[in-house]
């Protein structure tokens, strides 16, 4: 199935991570087709670091200097992983504004310890098209906790998410017709341990992370539903974004981008969108078309061999168990940190 894009207009649209990558492109392409409509629309980007989000907002206005009555954008400063900055930019976009249509919970992070050779030559030898769809090539670190002592990768991935829609819920209910959009992954069950669900021991933890994001959305989209919110996942594909920046190996990035244009082209794999414009397309789908979308559905940013992108709906590969010990894990952090927050 390949849904297309039918213009809607979301009036206030908040995206974490949107400083760059995938949720930049998705602020300049959201922006882009409200001027083309002639509807005024308010971007909020949700970033943790207020100068690059300024760098990013002066980038994303720079076109549209002759349109300023249409285009307003705006940062909100949010550290996912920290429960007090998720609460601190709640509390702050309740108060300005009104109504929010469409929340993107796209920030992540991968938390890279370095390169690991010989998953490198196994990989290349034995299964060189799924190696280069892996993090195979890289080592993640191990045993980080955030202040708040939960696993990173975890609280920044998806539980400041999730306290964030739940802090929000109030806003998206009364703007109506409001949707939660999550920036999934490749996400594989193999990853995951219900004993260590936030990965702080395990060797994967962004590939736990993301396996949660899509075994959470469908009892998400239920709870939320009956408060007239949808919640939905979009997946990028294989992105050269900042993602790979913690390497630290330029020439690295280089290869990997060679690697990802070698498989495009040859085995024509669609999942290779390389570019944050043709990756975000899912993401743009879900927040602007009008058409059915199903909470059941994983929507695919995909390319052609010569980029042209598009959009495959696949079914959700999702545990009902899984995903009511998740939420039911999810929300006695919440609880949790709601009584912490209370007793302060
Ligand atoms: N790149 C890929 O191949 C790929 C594939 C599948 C899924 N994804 C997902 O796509 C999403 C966007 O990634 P991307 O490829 O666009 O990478 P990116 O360019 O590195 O963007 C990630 C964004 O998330 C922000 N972020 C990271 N940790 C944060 C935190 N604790 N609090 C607030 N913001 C934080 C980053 O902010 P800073 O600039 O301050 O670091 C940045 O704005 C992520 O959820 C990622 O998991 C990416």
């Not at 045993?143 to 990768?153: E, F, H, I, R, Y």
Request: glycine share 8%; hydrophobic share 45%; aromatic share 8%.
């Amino acid at each position: 199935m390949s849904p297309s894009i039918q213009p809607a207009s979301p009036k206030v649209v908040l995206i974490t991570g949107g400083n760059s990558g995938v949720g930049l492109a998705l602020a300049r392409r959201l922006l882009a087709l409200s001027i083309a409509q002639g509807h005024r629309q308010t971007i909020i980007l949700g970033c943790r670091n207020p100068l690059k989000a300024q760098k990013a907002i002066s980038g994303l206005l720079q076109p549209h200097l002759a349109h300023k009555d249409l285009c307003d954008v705006q940062l909100v400063e949010i550290d996912t992983s920290s429960v007090a900055s998720v609460t601190s930019a709640a509390i702050a976009i309740e108060k300005k504004y009104s109504r929010l249509d469409r929340l993107f919970c796209n920030a992540g992070a991968m938390a890279i310890a370095g390169l690991n050779p010989w998953g490198i030559i196994q990989g290349i030898l034995t299964h060189p098209v799924a190696f280069f769809e892996s993090s195979e090539a890289l080592y993640q670190k191990r045993g980080l906790v955030t202040a708040d002592g939960l696993g990173l990768t975890f609280q920044t991935n998806v539980f400041g998410h999730y306290l964030l829609v739940h802090k929000l819920a109030g806003l998206l209910e009364r703007t109506g017709g409001a949707r939660v959009i999550w920036t999934g992954s490749a996400a594989s069950q193999l990853e995951f341990l219900r004993t260590d669900y936030q990965h702080v021991l395990g060797a994967k933890p962004y590939e736990s992370s993301k396996y949660i994001v899509d075994q959470i959305a469908i009892p998400m989209d239920r709870r939320l539903a009956q408060r007239g919110v949808r919640c939905l996942v979009a997946e990028p594909g294989n992105v050269c974004s900042n993602f790979l920046a913690g390497l630290g190996q330029a020439w690295l990035e280089w290869v990997i981008l060679c690697a990802f244009y070698l498989c495009r082209l040859c085995l024509s794999i669609p999942r290779f969108t390389i570019s944050s414009v043709n990756a975000c397309e899912a993401c743009v789908l879900l927040g602007v078309s009008e058409g059915q979308l199903d909470s059941n559905m994983k929507y695919h940013s995909r390319v052609d061999r010569w980029g042209a992108p598009f959009v495959d709906a696949v079914p959700l590969v999702y545990d009902k168990r899984t995903g009511a010990f998740l939420v039911e894990r999810m929300d006695a952090l919440v609880r949790r940190f709601e009584e912490r927050r209370g007793n302060e």
